[in-house]
T-cell receptor, first 115, second 115 residues
Framework: GPKVLQIPSHQIIDMGQMVTLNCDPVSNHLYFYWYKQILGQQMEFLVNFYNGKVMEKSKLFKDQFSVERPDGSYFTLKIQPTALEDSAVYFC?????????????FGSGTRLTVL | AQKVTQTQTSISVVEKTTVTMDCVYETRDSSYFLFWYKQTASGEIVFLIRQDSYKKENATVGHYSLNFQKPKSSIGLIITATQIEDSAVYFCAMREDNYAQGLTFGLGTRVSVFP
């Protein structure tokens, strides 16, 4: 099936530093998403992004978070500054269309550890 | 608010047999979409099958099928003729008409298939 690639697979950083997580979505997909999964908990929606703009974000999407996709390159999630509670696996997803029925395709996640 | 519950934490089965996983959901919407995903040992999340709430017939894809019981807000996943490579964590997810919020996931059920 369609593949979403995430780089890197693991990232370890010190609290207060900036981190950028990269996502290469499926080539013809227009909608992009970030989800966060803390160990042992459910995967939770953070934000979705379309046509250069944030469409919707959850309360987990703190002010320290930002997303962008400059000129069709990687779809990125930036956290600046990071906090201990940001340690989690972050999953990127993309979908082709705009409808609620659209299937999301996920990457393998980036495991972020904040020390 | 939407909620997805998977009560089974883990299931072990012998290969070539059938495994059934439960999932119940809560929603106020009359139209919604239900999905099952599989997360492999490598972390890859793979879309398996979906059920649209307005369809009465149960979805079937390959050796995956769904047991959709709308009055009970239940969407069980059935895997027939299991194989060792079906060992994974299976997530149930729901998407409501407010598509921008993306998917609401359950906690997942770990399936182990033994020879």
């Amino acid at each position: 099936g369609p593949k979403v690639l995430q780089i890197p697979s693991h990232q370890i950083i010190d609290m207060g530093q900036m981190v950028t997580l990269n996502c290469d979505p499926v080539s013809n997909h227009l909608y992009f998403y970030w989800y966060k999964q803390i160990l042992g908990q459910q995967m939770e929606f953070l934000v979705n992004f379309y046509n250069g703009k944030v469409m919707e974000k959850s309360k987990l999407f703190k002010d320290q978070f930002s997303v962008e996709r400059p000129d069709g390159s990687y779809f990125t999630l930036k956290i600046q500054p990071t906090a201990l509670e940001d340690s989690a696996v972050y999953f990127c997803a993309s979908s082709e269309g705009t409808g609620v029925a659209e299937t999301l395709y996920f990457g393998s996640g980036t495991r972020l550890t904040v020390l | 608010a939407q909620k997805v519950t998977q009560t089974q934490t883990s299931i072990s089965v012998v290969e070539k047999t059938t495994v059934t996983m439960d999932c119940v959901y809560e929603t106020r919407d009359s139209s919604y979409f239900l999905f099952w995903y599989k997360q492999t040992a490598s972390g890859e999340i793979v879309f398996l099958i979906r059920q649209d709430s307005y369809k009465k017939e149960n979805a079937t894809v390959g050796h995956y099928s769904l047991n959709f019981q709308k009055p009970k807000s239940s969407i069980g996943l059935i895997i027939t003729a299991t194989q060792i490579e079906d060992s994974a964590v299976y997530f149930c997810a729901m998407r409501e008409d407010n598509y921008a919020q993306g998917l609401t996931f359950g906690l997942g059920t770990r399936v182990s298939v033994f020879p």
